[in-house]
């Protein structure tokens, strides 16, 4: 069993900058892929970046140039630097991961392949 757990949302005005971050226990590994996915209001959810079990990244194009994903494998810690926030980019973002999953495009990002959620952390995004 993993375990996940999200920090770092907040409010912030446009243009300006966030992190998040994603700490993981449990019965991890370093083979395992992780994610980032948020959920807009009344929306569905939608996964955004990744690091696939090979350590290659992935980007949605919705956030693509503007959000970077890192982990930090010694303390098990998954990250989400965020800049040039938009409004567009308020909702909850969830942390998952998946054993030995490779991220290659939009299809592979999809939260039925990801067993393991964090509960969340809001992030608002003002104009």
């Known amino acids: 069993e993993v375990q996940l757990v999200e920090s770092g949302g907040g409010s912030v005005q446009a243009g300006g900058s966030l992190i998040l971050s994603c700490t993981a226990s449990g019965d991890t590994d370093s083979q395992m892929c992780m994610a980032w996915f948020r959920q807009r209001r009344g929306q569905e959810r939608e996964g955004i970046a990744a690091?696939?079990?090979?350590?290659?990244?992935f980007y949605a194009d919705s956030v693509k140039g503007r959000f970077t994903i890192s982990q930090d494998n010694a303390k098990k810690i998954l990250y989400l630097q965020m800049n040039s926030l938009k409004p567009d980019d308020s909702a909850i973002y969830f942390c998952?991961?998946?054993?030995?999953?490779?991220?290659?495009?939009?299809?592979?990002?999809?939260?039925?392949?990801?067993?393991?959620w964090g509960q969340g952390t809001e992030v608002t995004v003002s104009s």
């Open positions: 690091i696939g079990s090979d350590g290659r990244m």
């Open positions: 998952a991961a998946a054993a030995r999953w490779w991220v290659r495009g939009p299809n592979d990002l999809l939260p039925e392949l990801f067993g393991y």
